[in-house]
């Protein structure tokens, strides 16, 4: 069993910057694909970024793309996701999750998530 907590939401101006962490407990998520997704309201959860667990891979949503930075240490047990240049439209929950899985982009294959943070960019 693994346990995600996120940190690190807030309210942030547009063009701000936040660092989500994602703190992992129980068994070792070493080998596990590690993903963040948002949910904003009234909408699907949608994926954002994900890594793989060499860290070697990264992959991101076209609209984050440039702007989010996902990255994780092993030894911390903790994943990050770096937010600079936020928009309005960034405002969301956030969601650490963690798959075995190589469809790392599709939430219904995660194997654990974390409860979320919210974020929330004013204009």
């Known amino acids: 069993q693994v346990q995600l907590v996120e940190s690190g939401g807030g309210l942030v101006q547009a063009g701000g910057s936040l660092r989500l962490s994602c703190a992992a407990s129980?068994?070792?998520?070493?080998?596990?694909?590690m993903d963040w997704f948002r949910q904003a309201p009234g909408k699907e959860r949608e994926f954002v970024a994900a890594l793989t667990w060499s860290g070697s891979s990264t992959y991101y949503a076209d609209s984050v793309k440039g702007r989010f930075t996902i990255s994780r240490d092993n030894t911390k047990n903790t994943v990050y996701l770096q937010m600079t240049s936020l928009k309005p439209e960034d405002t969301a929950v956030y969601y650490c999750?963690?798959?075995?899985?190589?469809?790392?982009?599709?939430?219904?294959?995660?194997?654990?998530w974390g409860k979320g943070t919210l974020v929330t960019v004013s204009s």
């Open positions: 999750a963690a798959t075995y899985d190589r469809r790392w982009s599709n939430p219904e294959t995660m194997n654990y």
């Open positions: 129980g068994r070792a998520f070493g080998t596990a694909t």
